[in-house]
């Protein structure tokens, strides 16, 4: 083992620092890594991410009435970091996030499914009426 204190290598189980004197057996109390007090911080003290703006955009764009629940998270997000609930803060906004991606996921497919209806009428209207229906 080497000496905490000047480096020299002594033999495993020696008492002390063959070198300086240093007792080798007792750990060093203030060696770097073994920081006292503080506690976890889940969060790390930085408030989480609400996604207002995500959940607005949904709402609008995608899916009214799952928007709207994301749009209730995001606004708890801050209201309950505030607060001081950063556990709270931090599933709300989880929760705003989720649904930010279903109201988006269910927009995505409503919207397919609904270019998909526009395609399948443009086509069989193409079709009844031929090449001379010139649109409207
Ligand atoms: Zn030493």
């Known amino acids: 083992m080497f000496c905490r204190n000047c480096g020299t290598e002594n033999a495993d189980g020696a008492p002390t620092c063959i070198s300086c004197g240093a007792p080798l057996t007792n750990p060093n109390p203030f060696e770097p890594g073994a920081a006292p007090g503080g506690g976890p911080v889940a969060t790390g003290g930085v408030k989480p991410p609400n996604y207002l703006v995500q959940a607005i955009l949904v709402t609008l764009c995608c899916c009214l009435p799952l928007g709207i629940v994301s749009i209730v998270y995001a606004a708890q997000v801050d209201s309950k970091w505030n607060s001081?609930?950063?556990?709270?803060?931090?599933?709300?906004?989880?929760?705003?996030?989720?649904?930010?991606?279903?109201?988006?996921?269910?927009?995505?497919?409503?919207?397919?499914?609904?270019?998909?209806?526009?395609?399948?009428?443009?086509?069989?209207?193409?079709?009844?009426?031929?090449?001379?229906?010139?649109?409207?």
Not at 100 to 111: D, K, R, S, T, Y
Not at 122 to 132: I, Y
């Open 84 to 136: 001081g609930d950063q556990q709270g803060a931090l599933a709300a906004s989880e929760n705003a996030k989720k649904w930010c991606w279903i109201a988006f996921g269910l927009g995505v497919v409503a919207n397919l499914i609904a270019v998909a209806i526009q395609v399948a009428a443009v086509g069989a209207a193409g079709a009844g009426a031929g090449a001379g229906g010139g649109g409207f």
